[in-house]
């Protein structure tokens, strides 16, 4: 991965803030930049309004919010939203919305009559609050892209994982994707780690049940060790039915890897109640709260990717390496 | 009141639908219509996004979405956007939000640095969304009207309390208004009733908490009955304030009307403890859960106002009788 | 399918033109309608500008105006656009562009540093030109509809295919997608036929060039005959590749289906050679001018579909049953 | 009241224009800012339309514009929109509309049917011309504030008028605002002259028509002394009802301060005749031609708070304590 | 000429108003099309803004606003914008502005540095105070439609001109354009008449000074009778000298035409004093006050020409016929 | 005409593209500005379709993308459309589209019904896909200026044919004009020049069919030699036409002089075909392939112009001088 530590931003051009979502990944940033985390104060009205004022002049200034779209999600995207406005009508002269995780990007299509492409429609609601740029990282799908109309950029997650899985030992291990909506992005992954790929055969059942009737790609055949590689995992489901699936086949040890490590209800106790799974690495563009830590789960910070791309874009220089092609 | 009971409108041509906040009184205003409620079915991601199907086909139709922007104001505000959103995408020929409670008037301008003018803001969400034309009623000033850019009718309540006290015994009472920001209002109203006003001299400290220092205009000489009428009540603090004065002055029974009732934590439980209250009167703009009902609590519909004026609207009648004209 | 030849709509109220790209399919679309296809004149001037008159008052008017986007697809692109600024110039009411093959649907993403979101672009021209509402067929992928940003109805050709081929023989078929991109909508079309469905494992080398290797879902053990089915052929190399595949594994019969037959190079004639390839059958969203007709390749016509749609949307009708879900 | 002498805007990024309502006030504020004032040519075509050459090249430049909406408003307003729009398609790189009076932002509400609200409109006219910044000062109420989509900054006079009453004999002086509406905006005036308050109470008659019955707040006993705090004085009549009602309550020597000094029919000579007011104290953001000079009238200039407010754009710093919190 | 007096428009579907220039050109017009005129109330605040408020209610219905650029120009404009915006906010269904003199169009190029389109500036004013369909007639160039956004018709007067001077006697008589800009309308009319045609060879020195050295076309040699044509007349200084040109070259009697008859300063008076010149025709796109009138003025209606385009566009027929090709 | 090879433009700030159209006056404008020009990869997808990847990195730079609306004109369109849609979507400062030859500039009105404004059409499909600044070359009619909404710099090329015909020998030549639309512009050359002036009286048939009866202006009389000055020369007829007229009057020796080369069929030829023409005199606004090249052709580089105009507009100077003003 790259880093540059030399380069800073000119604090007197830049102000960085951060929504209720995620203060840590804010400050984690913001320190890469070599700037400081502006102060933003939250509270509420007794009608349950938010009432939000940003802590320091903005004006003609190149600001930064960072605001994860996670749980309470509604919450989360209005608070981002007033918070853009601000920053608009207060005079900035760039508003750049940081946005680690884009949950919205999973309402991409109309599968079902009358409903709503909502990640289409968030993104017309950003730029209409003034947002003049947006960042994001690992979309659903690459076409969600296309659905902003201010210039946009996703970031890619697999320098992260590539970084900290090198240094372990890959003997007989290959990467399996969940499902074939995932098999593009885990076979560039298993290019650059020089390892096999494979695929689980995925049917949805619904938003939290799936099945998955075997592997496709690379055999597993004498293999012991599986990287299962995701982008996000909510309650587990695929990865369960996966790991089944692959002890089935011979597998004696497995990883999971995912960005978005969103962990509801009780789908992180499941993954690590399976002895075979080793090791759950995810990365913080979504806050994991103490209660959630776990000996077998590592976190990696997405910091510096968001910090050099901020960096480069701020210094005029291409993002293409740290840019989202589909993975 | 003007009730119109011969016409209906086409069903064929109609659509109504419900956001979370009030099934009840979007019930009742479609039966008023004499149409029915279609069915809108909301759940969520296991991520925490809203999933919305609407229940029935809006193709080139003229599409009424009714959500009051209550607690939880977020979750309420987003459903809303993603309705109309759907609605238009699918081709509806009008789409009219219908929003008896605007909440976010309150955040209209700007008496701090770098906060929001949130009811812009909302207003211009809507308008992206794809909302045709917006009905609200009595919004907190009148100014809130020009921020939108759509057409928007803010509706009067007025009739509603008008008609429901003309029934009671009126003799030695006073209309008196928490303030002078109400006092417009309260004017108005008593003019109508034909009986003096008068108006609290308050000054507010924070959100919470506020102080009235004495009671302007008509005196309260002799009187023995005051009509305390403001446009929303949350903690309640304003109302308790004035009817410790008013007591002292003299006055021996309380009657307090409101159009909001937002009765948050236990505003509506000091007001009924006061013993000289003897009824608070508020509409139904606001829903109120059956553990917030009371004896001394009374529950006027604005149904009827909010139908006639839809009507008038779908018949190409004038609905000035109806117009919030700052009162 | 559904077939309403009742009702026609009001020649008084609704135009009907056609572009340069397919006057048959606009000639046989009006014919389901009940109306008549109203002149365009298309000339050049010396410059090599074009010059077009739409022959007949628009004012006031529906207009619809067919243009399939197909090669020579930047005049076709820029004639439509001329049409629709025409027709919105002129008075029209509603200007409804009928695209049957949206061929800019495959530039959805960035997969690749500094290209353009084409689709997207071309979504956001067709709305500055004036265009009210579009309708289209199977775009390449769901996602696509997301950047219209007025209201847009995608069709599936699926009743065309499924009403052909249940006249068929199909014992011992299975329905095979050429790639996973495609197993879902083979997997709805298979569903509805009561056949197994499986997919080629499609990699993509370039543009024109494809490898498949192995074929994964049912197995094709004890199977005779096979139906291939695509959204698009070009060159035809994937369904030449995966026939390789299909008869290595014993398939002895092999039918061909896609919706936009686009066959350029000698595409057509690769296929035809095949001796197992028995017959191929498209669409007429994308015009195929005699000298492509040949004895194995039969012509299915989209005119119902797009007219029962036209004929729903002008009735304010539900077109769910004609949409496109994702296949 | 902050000076900044030492810093100047440099001339070669800026151009300062000013429009026929106030070449005064421009001129001022350009020697505040170190910069010259730009030419401008207006005439007029045979048939009335005017025409307008700007002076000097404007090309990427930062362009102010200062035009106060005053008498004959409605010729203001379009050489405004005529002079933005030369700056903005001659490519200028910001144009900054400085509208010290906006007249307008009395039409703020609909409190009749059928009328405008002209505030909201000219703010999206200056829009649309290509104004990127608004600057103005003392709206008549701050909702108006929110009418704006670009960003605009409403200014205070009141740094104007503390600097100047400080260096008086302030014993036994209190400050009056003629209605309710201004009671806020004079509190904190009294506040910052540790001066105690009260305010008229006022009910409008028509637009020239006012009756005051009475004062409300501190009380006026054993004062001799009181200071009229209004934002804009046109014919007079408030502050004359006012003026008599502080007389009869035993007031001797009444000065009378407001920001907008519009002065028609012969509004000025009525006050001054009056023998108790002994100095009205009036800003220049109204230009107030020579015939309209009167010994007891003091013009205080605004131009070193525009000047300071648009260094301070210019430099990147917070204009907080030159800004119109609804005072 | 067309005449359709058979046909009215629906009165409860449509609103008519006037703006304050030319009110009797809007009754006439009203009158053609079978509606009342509804009234319009403006008076000014004294602070010079204008107040208005419509007369008549316009909820959902099709507004018709009549109003000439005429002078004073500033006024009608802002006048008739606001007209607009009261319309569309009022939830008007349709907002066309009716503009029988549209004298911003002389201003349709750069030909100066620094100076305004303004006649594209005032066409996309219209557009954002809400007017949905524009009509004017004889634009001074025909390019000026492409400025609008909106559908815009400018309409011919020549139909006028051809019904009242076919019942003269025209033995002998050439049509003559003031100057090559008009050739080409000239000469559709002379066609239309059956007549020789000629133009002036102009050269404007100034905005009210100009240079005729002889006239091209067609010869004058033993013609005694001239037509000057011409669109627009304010001082007359063009075709003062085009008579002095004419009657050198042997021509004894002329009748001049012209659409707009601005007639500004003693232009009206010096024409007339040319004893040659028998009978001045024009329109009454511009109000001709009493005092203008003159015995040699002869004032020919276009209320028929409106009042028809009206009609056809209501009953959604072409205007091609009526309709302004840059002639 | 003002050379400035002193100052280049800083080559990290600012990309230089080239469309397929004219990369050699792409690389002699690059060349002037002292910058290179950067990759543009073009190719076909099997569908027609184009796809385009920009070779550097355009991140917070300022863009240029050249190209000429020439033949294949909707081909260079869409290419156009799409290069600035990337450069925009990638994070560009500013996109300036640089076009030398903006045909659609002739489709400038509405002279028949039911056409397009093309010109109008264009203007807006360049802003929709992120276009912030347009510089072209001699616009048909100065009107075409006021169809952009963004800011927009018509470039003159009568310096570079004064700065080549001013050494030529001049005695005894009169500049002339093909038709009364050219003539404004070839006065003002003439006055640059210090030679008499005329014009054709032109009358046109069709889009390939002229006819001129006779010249006026300047008497030819004792003149040998004629310069034809005109903007663009297709099929060349007017200019064949206008050379006969002017032999017959005793010309013997004539140049031509045009600023857009379009020379189709076989026009060139029929113009060298004439003995009396002894030179053509064009720009290189359109490309001219090797084979269209005869010695009796001259090519002057507009290069010069639009490298200036362009570092002019960098380093924020006007750029008057070569402005169009309607020549």
Redesign the interface.
């Known amino acids: 991965m790259i880093k540059d530590t030399d380069r800073t931003l000119d604090p ?2 830049v102000r960085f803030f951060s929504g209720s979502s995620h203060p840590q990944l804010a400050s984690d940033i913001a320190r890469y930049l070599g700037v400081e985390l502006a102060e933003t104060k939250t ?1 509420r ?17 190149i600001v930064y919010i960072l605001q994860s779209l ?6 989360n ?2 608070e981002l ?2 918070m853009i ?2 920053a ?4 900035a002269k760039e508003v750049h919305a940081i946005i680690p995780y884009f ?2 990007a ?16 968030i993104a ?2 950003l ?3 003034g947002a003049t ?1 947006v960042m994001s990282m690992v979309l659903h ?7 902003f ?1 201010i ?3 996703p970031l890619s997650s697999r320098p992260v994982f590539s970084s900290y899985f090198s240094q372990k030992d890959l003997a007989n291990a290959i990467i399996v994707a969940p499902d ?1 909506g995932q ?1 593009k992005s885990a076979a560039k992954f298993a290019k650059e780690m020089n390892l096999p790929v494979a695929a689980g ?1 995925k049917e949805r059942v619904s ?2 049940k799936v099945i998955i009737n075997g592997v ?2 690379n055999s597993l055949k004498g293999l012991k060790r599986a990287l299962i590689y995701d982008d ?1 995992i ?2 587990g489901g695929s990865v369960i039915e996966l790991s089944r699936i692959l002890i089935e086949e011979g597998i004696q040890d497995i990883w999971v890897a995912c960005t978005h490590g ?1 962990f ?2 009780d789908g992180l106790q499941k993954l690590v109640d399976i002895p075979q799974i080793s090791e759950i690495v995810t990365t913080d563009t979504v806050y994991l709260p103490p209660e959630k830590q776990h000996p077998k789960l590592t976190t990696l910070s997405v910091a510096p990717v968001f910090g050099e791309a901020i960096k ?2 701020y210094f ?5 390496e740290l ?1 989202f ?2 993975s």
């Open positions: 007197n051009e509270s009205f007794s009608n349950d309004n938010l009432y939000i004022q940003l802590g320091a002049s903005v004006r003609s200034r996670t749980q309470p999600v509604n919450d995207l209005v939203l007033m406005d601000i608009r009508s207060a005079s949950s919205f999973r309402s991409d299509k109309k599968d079902a009559p009358r409903i709503s492409i909502t990640a289409r429609l017309d609601l730029k209409t609050a740029h799908s690459p076409q969600v892209h296309g659905f109309s210039p946009a950029d074939m098999a055969n938003d939290t496709i790609g996000e909510a309650t969103v509801v209800h480069k874009n005029h220089e291409s993002i293409g840019f092609y589909g």
